[in-house]
């Protein structure tokens, strides 16, 4: 359900018909790791990196997963200056993203059995996107109250894992970014558990925030592998 809120998420005024449509289907986590590659000029370099999540709870084995302020039992981040903290506990992503995903590793005769947390993200969601969460917006989890703070700006980590130079490029064409969330009401969550969603009218759009983060390059640099 779908609802909106002024300055705070406390009286409900409406209730949008997509609203029906929201469930999150898979909790993931990951420790830092290892994540080796091949640089453009062939030498073989190792960095740690948090990004290589696998799935905990999923609507098939919905296990209860702890959620604190600062993220899920059994996750990490790697680099706290852009991962993690109050403001980034964790990391949304709409499971509809992943046909993107697929096609584009197909196209580099990748393998294309991309698990849930493959991407880096923490909560894999059905039935919502990028242009209809905005920058201030609260969902609710049974006990769990979560609040959006900003999109992902995708690193050169993320070409690292994809398995192509191109692949932060084409997220910022595409605009398929995901976004990270506050923790407010800490609590138990599993999968297949649907989401109250409390709209602030007064935020923008998660795309139009990532839009604005990288139309001018603010972000970090790409690598090409």
Known sequence: MVFAFRHRPCKVAKLHD??????????????????????????????????????????????????????????????????????????????????????RRQEKNLDTDLPWGFLGENLVVEGLDETQVRIGDEFELGEVRLRVTDPREPCHKFAIRMGFGAAPKQMIQQGNCGWYLRVVQAGQLHAGIGLKHFVNPQGKTVLESFRYKTRKGQMLSLIHI
Not at 18 to 46: E, F, H, Q, W
Request: glycine residues 10%; hydrophobic residues 40%.
């Open 18 to 103: 997509y609203g029906n449509l929201m469930k999150l289907i898979a909790i993931c986590t990951g420790l830092v790791a290892p994540l080796v590659y091949r640089t453009a000029s062939g030498d073989i370099k190792t960095e740690a990196s948090g990004i290589k999540k696998q799935a905990v709870s999923t609507e098939q084995n919905p296990i209860p997963i702890e959620l604190k302020k600062l993220g899920l039992e059994g996750d990490e981040q790697c680099n706290l200056s852009v991962h993690g903290g109050l403001d980034k506990a964790v990391y949304m992503m709409p499971a509809e993203h992943y046909e993107f995903w697929k096609a």
